[in-house]
DNA sequence: CATGAAAAAGAAGCGC
DNA sequence: GCGCTTCTTTTTCATG
């Protein structure tokens, strides 16, 4: 038996190794997947919360999504943009 | 000034309420947000460690699929899938 | 058989209709996906090009994807940010 | 200036020749993205179409895909599918 | 080959 | 409840 996790074309020891390491990484993949869900939800009551204190949630996701961009990223596209419609001559 | 938070057109102390409140929601929501992101990357660790574990980490994630899915939906869906290649005369 | 296209659980000329409709309408989905990959090619072939006179073909998709955002509705993101940060006491 | 096409830092003739190759560039890349995207839109119609007759889309998707996919590579995977499965003694 | 971005598919939430 | 949009995930492709 080779590293590679074919999990084993024999049966042996080894096999057993590598099942249990398998199910051992699903587990732990799917607890993670869990929780990523559970935060999933709070994020939706927050927003639920949001819209029930009269504030458009539409609009609270895109300052969200506005605010979360790297601020020198930003400048970099906008200084390249920049560059380039001058080479274009557009706007 | 209305429930309806536009947050005031006028300034007045009810406005400050409000913009208070929607920067508390704002925060937390990112706060979550920023933790999803967190587990996102736990998630792919395992991921990675799984590959360096020489599994096949496509797989990992349809097994993970597979469990995570209702058995008797999928055996509805399964069976559709059937019928349409029956009909179309493949397989 | 009703019309719900489980395509019929009974052997009849109905069945036949809808075997043929649903071969029909994948049939002519699969060719608008073929083209599309046809085009998908012709685009990576003006990128090879671009990159052959020297172009840096990042830089060029971000152009494109630049320009392609509506400008109004980039205008009024902006506005809204602008509404928003304002009440929000940030920048 | 180089043939390095940072369009140039200098003004002068080859300048406009870099400007010009890379608008032709950017226009053409663009036409073919705006037919890829009407292609997207004719499959969609067909889709609707496909509903409209009663028919379920989503599987109707995952018989084009099956289709589309190597039979050879479909077996290994799902071998594989099978082996872990069999690993973690589900099913 | 491995990384990262772009497209497509699938799932979920929102509005009418 | 259904259609529509949004968000997430998956897959693919190009580049190093």
Redo the contacts with the bound molecule.
């Keep these: 038996m080779t590293e590679e996790n074919g999990i084993g074309h024999n049966s042996n020891r080894f096999e057993d190794v590598g099942a249990k390491r398998l199910r051992s990484i699903i587990e732990r993949a799917e607890r993670v997947i869990e929780e ?1 869900k559970a935060l ?1 939800d709070d994020l ?1 009551e927050i ?2 919360e949001a819209k029930g204190s009269g504030f458009d ?1 539409k609009i609270i ?1 895109k300052i969200i999504k506005i605010r979360s961009r790297d601020p020198k990223k930003q400048r970099e596209e906008d200084a390249l943009v920049e560059t380039y419609k001058a080479a274009l001559c557009i706007d």
């Design positions: 990523k999933g939706n927003y639920s949630v996701k």
